[in-house]
């Protein structure tokens, strides 16, 4: 089973940076995909960035691109999220999640239910 424990949240003026971490652990085989989804009060939650274990490929949901850029440290185990020009409708609880191999192995996921390993949350919150 896939650990995965964000960080980095936290509350910051329209305009500002935030960069969310996120470290995995436990088996995380090179077909592994690392997602980052969000989730807003009374919303569902939604899919924001993608990046595959190995290989440079990357995909974003289109309200986030440009804005947000998804990366990871193989060294380290970690994923990162570089959020710019934050706006307040970016405010939700961020989560870290992760496809391997014991889930559906769809092409791109973007749906929540394709990734089996999720993180525990960290609140942004974008003031005005």
């Known amino acids: 089973q896939v650990r995965l424990v964000e960080s980095g949240g936290g509350l910051v003026q329209a305009g500002g940076s935030l960069r969310l971490s996120c470290a995995a652990s436990g088996p995380i085989f090179s077909s592994a995909v690392m997602g980052w989804f969000r989730q807003a009060p009374g919303k569902e939650r939604e899919f924001v960035a993608a990046i595959k274990w190995s290989g440079r490929s990357t995909y974003y949901a289109d309200s986030v691109k440009g804005q947000f850029t998804i990366s990871r440290d193989n060294a380290k185990n970690t994923v990162y999220l570089q959020m710019n020009s934050l706006k307040p409708e970016d405010t939700a609880v961020y989560y870290c999640?992760?496809?391997?191999?014991?889930?559906?192995?769809?092409?791109?996921?973007?749906?929540?239910?394709?990734?089996?390993?999720w993180g525990q949350g960290t609140q942004v919150t974008v003031s005005s």
């Open positions: 999640a992760a496809r391997t191999e014991g889930d559906p192995q769809v092409f791109a996921p973007r749906r929540a239910k394709d990734f089996g390993s």
